[in-house]
């Protein structure tokens, strides 16, 4: 079992920034990838970005360079650093964890969301 915990969003001004954490506790080992999604009402969750176990960071395209994944295994924890955030970012940001325990089965595990408001 694998517990996330995000925390980190807030209120901001266009242009500027927020730093997401999200805190992995539980059988941390056995966490893989891990992924930030974000979902605004009205449209499907979706991905912003992954990270690898070694750290290999990837990124979908509407971030446009502007965010930035990494993690610190010692800590258990993942961050989502964004800077130059429009309004269009507003959203609840959720923390997802690839994880295989054993077995022939891998889980999913996700966090309980963090809002990010983003003021034009």
């Known amino acids: 079992q694998v517990q996330l915990v995000e925390s980190g969003g807030g209120l901001v001004q266009a242009g500027g920034s927020l730093r997401l954490s999200c805190a992995a506790s539980?059988?941390?080992?056995?966490?893989?990838?891990i992924h930030w999604y974000r979902q605004t009402p009205g449209k499907r969750r979706e991905l912003v970005a992954s990270i690898s176990r070694g750290g290999s960071p990837n990124y979908t395209d509407f971030v446009k360079g502007r965010f930035t994944i990494s993690r610190d295994n010692a800590k258990n924890t993942v961050y989502l650093q964004m800077d130059s955030l429009k309004p269009e970012d507003t959203a609840v940001y959720f923390c997802?964890?690839?994880?295989?325990?054993?077995?022939?089965?891998?889980?999913?595990?996700w966090g309980q969301g963090t809002q990010v408001i983003v003021s034009s």
């Open positions: 997802n964890a690839d994880a295989n325990e054993g077995g022939d089965n891998w889980d999913d595990y």
């Open positions: 539980g059988s941390t080992d056995s966490i893989y990838d």
